[in-house]
């Protein structure tokens, strides 16, 4: 079975500092990774995913995350954060189960970015 | 396009009740998937209905449960609430089909409380 690991479950950082939000995994067949954002009351939303080839994957509001098979890690990061990036983010992967996608969330790192 | 839709947005019901949940998932998607959100246990996979059939289930007691019609919109349905069944819960929906298909849109979640 395959496992999510979000050590921290908050992280505060400075406006227009650097963050990295660590997601580890554990999974003995190949996995689809992916990051979700979730804003207060709403619900997640898809901020990137790695399905195949190049290991570094980046969305248009300035995330990056990059693939490390040998240290089964997907961390996220962006160079500088802005006030409208506090928000909770799941890490998630995804296996082939029995001919299905099976998709497991980590517990969620919650983002408070200070002015 | 539209994206996923979830009714009602709020719902108070009192202990011993029963609740239905709707999603409607995004045109042309086939999966939908139900999850609950909680501050003490985040988020937990509840079930995947695909093609009008359960093809993946989380780990709930059988007052959980749901269906999917032909037009592959999803009911979720809890019997005799439990004040420990107040959460959000949140509809997914998928293609199911080529390398798009694993990524999850969410909507925007039923938050129902337990009284």
């Known amino acids: 079975a395959q496992s999510v690991t979000q050590l921290d479950s908050q992280v505060p950082v400075f406006e227009e500092a650097p963050v990295e939000l660590r997601c580890n995994y554990s999974s003995s067949v190949s996995v689809y990774l992916f990051w979700y954002v979730q804003y207060p009351n709403q619900g997640l939303q898809l901020l990137l995913k790695y399905l195949s080839g190049s290991t570094l994957v980046k969305s248009i509001n300035g995330f990056e995350a990059e693939f490390n098979k040998s240290q089964t890690s997907f961390h996220l990061r962006k160079p500088s954060v802005h006030i409208s990036d506090t928000a909770e983010y799941f890490c998630a992967v995804s296996v082939n189960s029995g001919g299905y996608q099976k998709v497991t969330f980590g517990t969620g790192t919650k983002l408070q970015v200070i002015p | 396009k539209a994206g996923v839709t979830q009714t009602p947005r709020y719902l108070i019901k009192t202990r011993g009740q029963q609740v239905t949940l709707s999603c409607s998932p995004i045109s042309g998607h086939r999966s939908v998937s139900w999850y609950q959100q909680t501050p003490g246990q985040g988020l937990q996979f509840l079930f995947e209905y695909f093609s009008e059939t359960q093809r993946n289930k989380g780990n709930f007691p059988g007052r959980f449960s749901g269906r999917q019609f032909s037009n592959s919109r999803s009911e979720m349905n809890v019997s005799t609430l439990e004040l420990g069944d107040s959460a959000l819960y949140l509809c997914?929906?998928?293609?199911?089909?080529?390398?798009?298909?694993?990524?999850?849109?969410f909507g925007p979640g039923t938050r129902l409380t337990v009284t």
């Open positions: 997914a929906s998928s293609l199911r089909g080529g390398r798009s298909s694993y990524e999850q849109y």
